[in-house]
T-cell receptor
Framework: DTEVTQTPKHLVMGMTNKKSLKCEQHMGHRAMYWYKQKAKKPPELMFVYSYEKLSINESVPSRFSPECPNSSLLNLHLHALQPEDSALYLC?????????????FGPGTRLTVT | AQSVTQLDSHVSVSEGTPVLLRCNYSSSYSPSLFWYVQHPNKGLQLLLKYTSAATLVKGINGFEAEFKKSETSFHLTKPSAHMSDAAEYFCVVSDRGSSNTGKLIFGQGTTLQVKP
């Protein structure tokens, strides 16, 4: 099973709301990733967790807060977002953080900030 | 530093004709290279990967790519396009970085249009 699941599929939130995105994989992967993708652009890396520890934060604003409760789960907590944060948020996982391992992507959460 | 250049932002082919999507890369290390496909409003799906084994890599759905170190290229081909191949294609190199964590460096993408 090479599936990464993400919930919800769509999310509309106001600028004062607090919401969370969820990602799950059951492939035994030890690295998990959050990406942001704007229309007609490639994904941009936000965070990397390796063995449940945050290993990369690509200078993401603090209104985005990642969490890795265990090796199968990855959350992204959202608070006080701006309209420009509207995008497709993709989760991915890989066997480990080693560069040769491919990443498997989930279907994404389409976020709209009003 | 690693980088990826996809030479065509848009490619249009007729159904049943060959597909060629071009990609050049720059890497200080022996690179790991990937092609991903993204259909509208979907996540990314891995088509194939090169990690220093055979230079001709076969992937899913009839796609293949050839790693040419002398030309720093990793072009994606398919002998016969199907309508379902219409999508966005990303050439990707894995950046080893200082932490040896596999950050993916994406090309800007090539939109493949398949005409009936």
């Amino acid at each position: 099973d090479t599936e990464v699941t993400q919930t919800p599929k769509h999310l509309v939130m106001g600028m004062t709301n607090k919401k969370s995105l969820k990602c799950e994989q059951h492939m035994g992967h030890r690295a998990m990733y959050w990406y942001k993708q704007k229309a007609k652009k490639p994904p941009e890396l936000m965070f990397v967790y390796s063995y449940e520890k945050l290993s990369i934060n690509e200078s993401v604003p603090s209104r985005f807060s990642p969490e890795c409760p265990n090796s199968s789960l990855l959350n992204l907590h959202l608070h006080a977002l701006q309209p420009e944060d509207s995008a497709l948020y993709l989760c991915a996982s890989s066997r480990s953080g080693q560069p040769s391992y491919e990443q498997y992507f989930g279907p994404g959460t389409r976020l709209t900030v009003t | 530093a690693q980088s990826v250049t996809q030479l065509d932002s848009h490619v249009s082919v007729s159904e049943g004709t060959p597909v060629l999507l071009r990609c050049n890369y720059s890497s200080s290390y022996s690179p790991s290279l990937f092609w991903y496909v993204q259909h509208p409003n979907k996540g990314l799906q891995l088509l194939l990967k090169y990690t220093s084994a055979a230079t001709l890599v076969k992937g899913i759905n009839g796609f293949e790519a050839e790693f040419k170190k002398s030309e720093t290229s990793f072009h994606l081909t398919k002998p016969s396009a199907h309508m379902s191949d219409a999508a966005e294609y990303f050439c990707v190199v894995s950046d080893r970085g200082s932490s040896n964590t596999g950050k993916l460096i994406f090309g800007q993408g090539t939109t493949l249009q398949v005409k009936p």
